[in-house]
């Protein structure tokens, strides 16, 4: 890329990632040397590591700065190639490679993700609601309760006691086995804040609906309370995808 350099810096100066200080070691510039953009919105890379040993991965959704968006790291990878799981269809993102938390050196490449309009049909899934819950944890139990009365700063002075989740409702065919499939989970702030949630997921067998828990929102929450004052008030929408496909969407509110 042309403008790869000053990109790198404005990330550098107008972004915060939260995790440790710069390694101290001499490291040098990782390459990517190859991105190839799936349908489905997965995306796989390769790298040449000239420091070898392990390194991190990280995305960026590409906006104006104002959202609060920030880079999701995968630490730790081992290896020259990785597969992007949860990126959100059809939005822009960098893509980044580097030693250790060293973001001097990073590698960094911008892919498009395409959107997804292919319908899930497979087995016959609806999408019945999205909420925003928190859970309260009691050793091995838990309960949780809906945050449809928790105003935007009642929410944030709630983070540090309580866990938000966006929890899901589905409707779906009965069979005698389990299934399996890929889920992600694409969450939208109304200032434009993107978070996701890649799992795999299995909808057990002779049940015709069930929920899952399916994204963690107080990281979320905290980022964009530092970049706006506040946790925005308004419309979250909620977009789910299966293997590839789109299964179905949903929204939650917060005052």
Same mark, same amino acid.
């Given at each position: ?12 100066? @107008?972004?915060?990632?939260? *995790?440790?200080?710069?390694? @101290? ?6 390459? *990517? =040397?190859?991105? #190839?953009? $799936?349908?489905?919105? =997965? ?8 420091? +070898?040993?392990? !390194? ?12 609060? $968006?920030?880079?999701?790291?995968? /630490?730790? !990878? ?18 980044? !490679? ?6 001097? $050196? ?8 395409? %959107? ?34 928790? =105003?935007? &700063? ?14 899901? &409702? ?10 399996? /499939?890929?889920?992600? #989970?694409?969450? =939208?702030?109304?200032? +434009?804040? !993107? ?33 706006? +004052? %506040? ?12 293997? +590839?496909?789109? @299964? ?8």
């Amino acid at each position: 890329m042309k403008t790869k350099t000053g990109i790198l810096v404005t990330l550098l100066l @107008a972004l915060v990632i939260c *995790i440790a200080p710069l390694s @101290a070691f001499a490291a040098q510039p990782i390459t *990517i =040397t190859s991105v #190839t953009v $799936n349908d489905d919105a =997965t995306v796989d890379i390769t790298w040449n590591n000239p420091n +070898g040993g392990k !390194v991190t991965v990280g995305s960026l959704v590409v906006d104006d700065g104002t959202a609060g $968006n920030r880079i999701m790291a995968e /630490f730790d !990878v081992s290896g020259s190639s990785y597969t992007y799981r949860n990126l959100a269809p059809g939005l822009d993102y960098y893509l980044l !490679v580097f030693p250790d938390v060293d973001l001097n $050196n990073a590698g960094l490449e911008l892919a498009s993700i395409p %959107e997804i309009t292919r319908q899930f049909e497979d087995i016959y899934f609806d999408v019945q609601d999205a909420n925003l819950t928190y859970f309260v944890t009691s050793g091995s139990n838990y309960s949780y309760n809906y945050a449809k009365n928790l =105003t935007n &700063d009642e929410i944030y002075d709630l983070l540090e006691k309580k866990e938000f989740w966006v929890k899901m &409702d589905f409707n779906h065919v009965s069979f005698s086995y389990d299934q399996s /499939f890929q889920s992600l #989970t694409v969450v =939208t702030s109304p200032t +434009g804040y !993107v978070t996701t949630s890649a799992v795999e997921i299995t909808i057990p067998k002779y049940t015709t609906a069930f929920w899952q828990t399916m994204a963690y929102m107080n990281q979320a929450f905290a980022d964009m309370y530092a970049a706006t +004052g %506040e946790i925005p008030s308004g419309e979250y929408t909620v977009d789910f995808y299966l293997d +590839g496909h789109f @299964a179905g969407d949903s929204s939650f509110y917060i005052k």
